[in-house]
Structure formats: structure tokens, C-alpha cells
């Protein structure tokens, strides 16, 4: 039986999807992030030495990495389903997004977070103005034009066909979905970006993400 070890609120929430469009067994194990810090508890790092989520136990693999995990699955498990057929342009397509979600859309929404942070957090009331024109400027400067520049790019490859890797539904979509999910709520995706609104709304209706819903339980983007 496959075993995802699931925190609350994250990027395992994927995992658990892409186990219900591949209609496999799986057990979840649950961590609760701490309420104040967000991070994970300790335990996880006794399932892998850097103690994030996800992580999935299958027989005696150990594999973290979200999008060595989706495609661990689905060439495991999918026999032919969710990728596009070795060597058409598609799969390179599906193994680009599998590695740009994390390589690079991921780092520019974590900066955002933590600037956004910054200007919340609880610090002396002298050192305050200073701080927050520092994430301002970070943020007006960098992070958001870096954003911007990556949802212009993904709207634009959703005009060229309906899911990531072509014309078919799969794994580099799961895959995606988190960042595009933590961009809605921290960037904003409006009538601007249509085809990435519809992206959304469309892996929502999936019936396997909704039961993936019930599985995983609580699942909001931390803003
Ligand atoms: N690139 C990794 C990132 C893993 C990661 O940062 N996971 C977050 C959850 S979204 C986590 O465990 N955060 C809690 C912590 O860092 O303590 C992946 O795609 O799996």
C-alpha cells in the first residue's frame, strides 16, 4: 500500500489527487503544521532528513519531491495514462512543467510570502519603517514584475492548447496546479488571465481532485 505522509495545507494535497485520478489505494498519514511557525512537525523528519511534505512510502521507496513523486506514479502505476507517449513533443512539454513548477514558479511565490511577512511580522518599533521598505521595494522591484512575467507566459501557453502537455489531462496539470493555486491567492488571477482561470475551475470540477478533497482534508493556500 502507498503511504503519503500529508501536512495539512500543501503541496501533498497534488499527491493525494493524482493517487484518485489513478484510482490507487493509499493510506494517508497526517502532520499538522505548527499554528504560529507553519512548519511541518519533527516527526516528519523522521520519514526524510529534511522533514517537508510531501513524502510517500512505497514498499521500500522513500521519495520526497513533488514532481519526482508524480512522476514516480504515474510511470509506476499509470500504464500509459496521464503522460503524453514517449518521445512526441509532448512528453518533453509534460517533463518541463513537472520541473518548472518547482524550479521556477515556486521560488518567486515563496519570496512573495516571506516579504509579505516581513512587513507583518512583530519586530522593534524603530527597526519597522526600515524593514518594510526593504520587502516593499523587494517586492515592487523584483518579485512582483517576476510574477507578472510568469503568469503573461503561462496564460499565453494555455492559448496554445488546453492542459499543460497538449491537448490531454495530465500529470505536469497536477503538478502545476499548486503553484497556479498559491498565485491566485497571492498575485490575484483575474478576467486578465482568463485561460488561467479556467485552468483552475476546470481541475476543480475533476471529480478525483474533489475526492482527493475529502481525503486529504482542510486545504487552503497559506497567503
Ligand atoms: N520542492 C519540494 C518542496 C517541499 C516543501 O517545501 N513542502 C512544504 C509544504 S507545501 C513543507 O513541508 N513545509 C513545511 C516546512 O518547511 O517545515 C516539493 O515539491 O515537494
Partial sequence: MIIVHHLNNSRSQRVLWLLEELGLDYEVRRYERDPETMLAPPELQAVHPLGKSPVIADGGLVLAESGAIVQYLIERYGA????PAAGTPQAWRYTY?????EGSLMPPLLLKLVFDRIGKAKMPFFVRPVAR??????????VLPQLQRHLDYLEQELHKSPWFAGDEF???????????????VRVGLDATRPRLVDFLARIHA?????????RGGEFGIIG
Wanted: no cysteine; glycine share 4%.
Fill in 97 to 101: 512543467w513537472l520541473h518548472y513548477a
Fill in 133 to 142: 521598505a526593504i520587502a516593499d521595494k523587494a517586492r515592487q522591484r523584483y
Fill in 80 to 83: 500509459g495514462r496521464l503522460r
Fill in 206 to 214: 475533476r471529480p478525483a481532485y474533489q475526492r482527493a478533497l475529502a
Fill in 170 to 184: 495530465s500529470g505536469a496539470d497536477v503538478q502545476m496546479s499548486f503553484p497556479l493555486e498559491i498565485a491566485a
